[in-house]
């Protein structure tokens, strides 16, 4: 890792280099100012964790009390982030060292830049003995590549040695990367892991490593090159006895049963998030069981995604107790009025709805017969409107049909472009917040925004 020499954040140096404020800092009892630095690698890094490991050497810097302090620290060096293996692996040795018996977060990264080449055998094995040892402390492990073409064999050799040994305190798994092959086996990796809650499998991950899902509360699903097969989709939902939050992304199964047989009872699940170009948005649906689903989201959303849902449940509403729906078009050109009316045929106690791109949904809401979508909704949240007349006819339009809408969530950008605000907060409570935001940031893929609601173009 080359730790010792790896440059500090210059703001962050200049925040901790002051004379009197350290002056101060080194009377203080070494219990106090482990807490003070733990609160402080929190604060400065709750978003850039790959950049946590540095923290210790830059308190190392400040005095010899606090080099001595922060070194004799376990909690400080959990956070093991390595950008390849090629680095000093005596400094990593050290690094784990000064860990002790405290958890761990161990992020490994392979970047074609940081990474020209693969390690040799002997070197894989060596820096695979280097961290084998502390697997059974990790809270939580994620393995990420950009260029898995070329690393294909290392990356497999080090999840290959995840499969076994006890993971007590794993909550937390994410590896992800793009795929080079369909004939690949996938692994039980990290099998004896009775606490993970979170799992999220992209490309190499959704090929390779299936981990145990038993406890696990939360999953993620992105396919890069190649999707997996149903059946290896139906054993995961399977063994799923406590999700709480499903996401997928993109057509990540390769082929769906034209009639499906089995239903999967989730009693726990209460979201189902599909993001990207999913072709299987029905079959999904169809093979879950969710009493108490909470929240659904379809991002983008095309005509004839929920045609067969709607065919197949006539006589019931799939999710009765579905009460938050997101729908976001990547053109409005190939909804129209025949979606939003399988939406609401579908899903009709819809109370609160999402629409990250509500511009696009103009036409698609005028109905016949003056029979509103969704009679129950009273909440509307909708983000980068670029046509305030739109929105102030729908709310209109509802206080005519007899059901008004209550609340609405406008993003600070749209808040900003309201003209007739006073009028609008006569109307209804307006409130200032991006749930489609919220939605996405913990996602694959969550800073490509397009990639779910598409661009103002051909709108």
């Known amino acids: ?16 280099l002051d004379g009197q404020k350290t002056t101060l800092a080194n009377e203080l009892p070494s219990e106090l100012l482990v807490h003070i630095f733990e609160m402080a690698q929190n604060m400065f890094f709750p978003l850039e964790q790959h950049l946590s490991w540095r923290f210790p050497f830059v308190l190392g810097k400040v ?8 070194y004799g620290a376990p909690t400080l060096w959990s956070s093991v982030d390595i950008e390849s293996p090629r680095r000093d692996l005596d400094g990593l040795q050290v690094y784990l060292g000064r ?9 490994l990264t392979y970047n074609i830049t940081s990474t020209p080449t693969p390690l040799s055998q002997t070197g894989v094995s060596t820096f695979i003995g280097i961290l084998q040892p502390h697997y059974r402390r990790c809270r939580s492990i994620r393995v990420t590549s950009e260029n898995s073409h070329k690393f294909t064999m290392e990356i497999s050799s080090i999840l290959g040695s995840m499969c076994k040994g006890h993971y007590p305190t794993l909550q937390h798994i994410c590896v992800e990367g793009f795929d080079t092959s369909m004939d690949v086996q996938a692994f ?13 499998l992209g490309g190499l991950g959704l090929s390779y490593c299936r981990p145990p899902l038993t406890a ?11 999707p997996i097969l149903y059946t290896d989709f139906s054993k995961m939902l399977r063994s799923c006895r406590c999700l709480v939050t499903l996401c997928v992304y993109d057509d990540f199964v390769l082929e769906w049963p034209t009639d499906l047989h089995d239903t999967y009872d989730m009693p726990f699940l209460r979201y189902i998030r599909i993001f990207g170009d999913m072709l299987g948005v029905s079959q999904l649906l169809l093979s879950i069981s969710a009493p108490d689903l909470e929240g659904l989201t379809i991002a983008p959303i095309v005509k004839n995604d929920l045609t067969k849902l709607r065919r ?22 190939v909804l129209g009025l025949g979606a939003v009316a399988d939406a609401n045929a579908c899903f009709p106690g819809i109370k609160l709805l999402f629409l990250p791109n509500y511009n696009r949904f103009t036409e698609s809401f005028k109905t016949a017969n003056s029979r509103p979508f969704w009679p129950e909704l009273d909440g509307l949240a909708v983000r980068d409107i670029d046509d305030e007349d739109v929105l102030y006819e729908f709310v209109q339009d509802r206080q005519r049909l007899g059901v008004p809408l209550r609340s609405l969530y406008l993003d600070p950008l749209s808040m ?8 609008l907060k006569g109307q209804l409570s307006v409130v200032e917040a991006d749930p489609w935001k919220i939605q996405c940031e913990d996602n694959f893929y969550g800073d490509a925004e397009t990639r779910f609601i598409g661009t103002s173009w051909g709108q």
């Open 188 to 200: 039980a990796i990290v099998a004896d892991a009775v606490n993970l809650r979170s799992v999220r």
């Open 1 to 16: 890792m080359n730790l010792e020499t790896e440059k500090d954040s210059e703001a962050l140096e200049t925040s901790l």
């Open 63 to 70: 005095s010899r009390y606090w080099r001595q302090v922060a």
């Open 216 to 226: 696990v509360t939360q999953l993620h699903l992105a396919v890069s090159n190649h």
């Open 416 to 423: 900003s472009r309201m003209t007739r605000m006073d009028w």
């Open 312 to 333: 197949e449940t006539s006589n019931a509403p799939r999710f009765p107790a579905l009460k938050s729906l997101t729908l976001a078009p990547a053109l409005a050109k």
């Open 99 to 107: 860990s002790k018996d405290s958890p761990i977060d161990l992020h």
